[in-house]
């Protein structure tokens, strides 16, 4: 049997070795790429599956190249005097090219306009906002106020260049005081053309940005009762802006004074099965639900009588939240380290639970017994929605490209919350396995042919040794007519 074995492996051509390597590394290729990008929560798969695998790998080119929205976070940081502070303590950067560049398009697009080149301010301004060197826009926005009182400069100044809150505040009311002086300029001109009406939504935009960073401010000195006079007076007076999602930054504020009936007010404007949702909108419902049972809510007790209809609304506010966005328990129950949030999110992230927990882990800690309930029903979620990227419970199904856009938000020292888990079925890693092994083979049989014959046949000796000893065992002790009895069968 070995001659026999050492002769078909010598007659083997060289064209056999190639393509017999060729075909078990592309069944391997793509075995893997397939791995690599389905979302191993569907329902098993089969054998017979595997012919619809070119259908997939577009699906998956799909599904690779669809981008998801992102945000900009209402309660985004300052970068010169909370951002950099922590580059100058930690040396690590808080805020990735990715968002500081999307960053640069909403200023643009915010704070710019077709007729600013007739204002040699704004027109510096203009080209300020483009320019990527932080230093090289501090310079110019200097340069812009030497002309004139300039709006856009002051936001600027106070968003990089002041280090301390009480600094970035000073700036936004001189930036306000030009601000108005533009609207009530603009607002009287904007029926008179174009170009006054695209004059005028710029100011609109600009006096908008100056008095909800100056609430921002108020609120991170401890004023927070006048943070929320000036975030109710913004809403009242621009109430059709709603891309500045203030209504998040009055909900964190209110929650800070303890106001749950305030809280209840907004959420009844703004949690409407017609308006998109947010972790904010979201987890501040659970919290309130929370509050009204956590303080005596026990597991123990809960498992011998059953839930009270007030805990099950908790529950299932927590569930319902819980789908939305999957990443924030970790972090509110200190499982998961927080870090600086980016300056935009993208809704059911990562990006979006870290700007969540950041400002309202204190909440959660303030409602005595919410975070114990929350730990105790949190992933009953996942049973309602065994397959989420395929379809939700409340909500649509998960979107499968979160991940990506969350690890272009969040700096690279920061290990990305991925949902739902991706778990390779046993079959499809053995499959590869096997393809790959066969290929290594085959390229080892080619080049060392006599060796790998020597291997072969040690191999198989040592393999048929235990078989061998069983037989010469077994002929031992039969009887020799009962033995050539049982060989004739």
Known sequence: MFGTLSMFLNTLTPKFYVALTGTSSLISGLILTRCSNIPWNFPPYGLADFSLLSVEIHYCVFLFMT????????????????YNRYTWVTGREPLTYYDMNLSAQDHQTFFTCDTDHLR?????????W???????????????????????????????????????????????????????????????????????RRDTNVLVYIKRRLAMCARKLGRTREAVKMMRDLMKEFPLLS??????????????????????????????????????????????????????????????????TAEMNAVEAIHRAVEFNPHVPKYLLEMKSLILPPEHILKRG?????????FHLQHWKRVEGALNL???????????????????????????CTETADRELLPSFHEVSVYPKKELPFFILFTAGLCSFTAMLALLTHQFPELM??????????????????????????PSSLWHQLTRI
């Not at 040699?120 to 080209?127: G, R, S, T, V």
């Not at 929350?374 to 979107?399: A, D, Q, S, V």
């Not at 040690?458 to 000893?469: M, V, Y």
Request: proline share 4%.
């Open 243 to 308: 891309m500045f999602n203030i209504h998040e930054n009055l909900l964190e504020a209110l929650l800070e004074l303890q106001a749950y009936a305030d809280v209840q007010a907004v959420l009844a404007k703004y949690d409407d099965i017609s308006l998109p949702k947010s972790a904010t909108i979201c987890y501040t419902a659970a919290l309130l639900k929370a509050r009204a049972v956590s303080d005596k809510f026990s597991p123990e007790a809960a498992s011998r009588r059953g839930l009270s």
């Open 374 to 400: 929350l730990h105790c029903t949190w992933e009953g979620t996942f049973r309602m929605i065994p397959y989420p990227l395929e379809k939700g419970h409340l909500f649509y199904p998960y979107p499968i």
């Open 350 to 358: 990562d990006s979006e639970a870290i700007a969540y927990a950041f």
């Open 67 to 82: 981008e998801c929205k992102v945000w900009r976070n209402p309660l985004n940081l300052f970068r010169g005097a909370e």
């Open 120 to 128: 040699p301010a704004d027109a510096i301004m203009q080209k300020a």
């Open 130 to 200: 483009r320019e990527r060197n932080p230093q090289a826009r501090i310079s110019a926005a200097h340069e812009a106020l030497e002309l004139n009182e300039c709006a856009t400069a002051y936001i600027l100044l106070a968003e990089e260049e002041a280090t301390t809150i009480v600094e970035a505040e000073k700036l936004f009311k001189q930036a306000l005081k030009a601000g108005e002086g533009c609207y009530r300029r603009s607002q009287q001109l904007q029926h008179h053309g174009a170009q006054y009406e695209a004059q005028h």
């Open 453 to 478: 014959g020597v291997f072969a046949k040690a191999f198989l000796s040592t393999l048929f040794a235990p078989l061998n000893f069983v037989m010469e065992k077994v002929e031992s002790i039969l």
